[in-house]
């Protein structure tokens, strides 16, 4: 009986050591001789094998109600940390706007221009990614041919990236219900990075950059680890999954009316600001408990 027992707890173990090996790919790097030397133990499945998860996509005619919300996440909050760290990638880490800024260079995703009080996510309106680094003064490194000092390649330095001046997003969402599924659910429409950058002349300045679509990053996020907990190294989540489960500080700036104001606009006061945000969050739990009341 015993030997049955040392079988089994042999095999586990067998088990447990090929499900690490497998996952080295995340976590190693290959040495000059080509010997895989292990730079951290695995903490996830691989990330190159990370899929987001998939939406339920409703219907038109089965979304029978919807709010536009529009929020602000500050990264300067505690709970968002995951979002603005590490400064410097590191460990299979970056920040949020790393990710984006990297994302938009090569291409993946697209940028299209921030317009007061309205969001125009067209051909028309997309930046070109010359244009947005040219337009914000980022330094780029130049690689000359030595002979005939003809430009070669051109390149951005990690450090030459903004992300540590990116202290807020905007965000856009939407919060339905789909009477064919019975859910009530919100989805994650696009975020803009918002950079504070300091003139020496007018001193602190804000300027939303770009609205990227959410569904855009999606795919990429959900490959990128975030670190949620100083305690437990191993506990990490993926971007995607901060934004997906709601893993996030934000408030409330404004919401889809037909005067399409912000709060700011017809609110004078912090209170008064606190109160319509409360007033705003209140209506749409309330539709929620309204529809399974009766």
């Not at 202290?167 to 599924?181: C, I, P, R």
């Amino acid at each position: 009986m015993k030997l049955f027992f040392r079988s089994i707890l042999i095999g586990l173990l067998s088990l447990f050591a090929a499900s690490a090996i497998a996952q080295e790919t995340d976590n190693s790097f290959f040495s000059d001789n080509g010997e895989i030397v292990v730079a951290n133990l695995p903490t996830s499945i691989p990330l190159d094998e990370r899929e987001p998860v998939e939406y339920n996509n409703p219907r038109a005619d089965d979304i029978i109600w919807q709010k536009v919300v529009y929020r602000i996440i500050d990264l300067r909050e505690k709970i968002n940390y995951p979002l603005y760290f590490p400064e410097e990638a590191s460990d299979n880490r970056q920040s949020l706007f790393t990710s984006i800024f990297r994302l938009y260079e090569e291409g993946k995703i697209k940028a299209y221009a921030y317009l007061d009080n309205k969001e125009i996510f067209t051909e028309e309106n997309l930046i070109p990614f010359d244009e947005f680094v040219k337009t914000c003064d980022i330094l780029l490194t130049v690689h000359t041919d030595s002979i005939t000092g003809d430009t070669l390649s051109t390149e951005i330095d990690e450090s030459n990236i903004p992300n540590r001046e990116i202290l807020k997003y905007y965000a856009k969402e939407v919060w339905y219900f789909d009477k064919h599924n019975s859910v009530f659910n919100v989805r994650l429409i696009a975020l803009c990075p918002i950079w504070y950058k300091q003139d020496y002349d007018l001193g602190l300045q804000k300027r939303p950059l770009f609205w990227t679509t959410y569904d855009g990053l999606r795919p990429y996020l959900a490959k990128q680890e975030a670190l949620i907990s100083d305690r437990n190294n191993g506990a990490r989540e993926t971007m995607d999954d901060l934004f997906i489960k709601r893993r996030f500080g934000s408030y409330i700036f404004k919401e889809s009316s037909t005067m399409n104001r912000n709060l700011l606009q017809y609110n004078s006061t912090a209170e008064e600001m606190h109160k319509e945000q409360e007033r705003i969050k209140t209506s749409i739990i309330n539709f929620e408990q309204d529809l399974w009341e009766y």
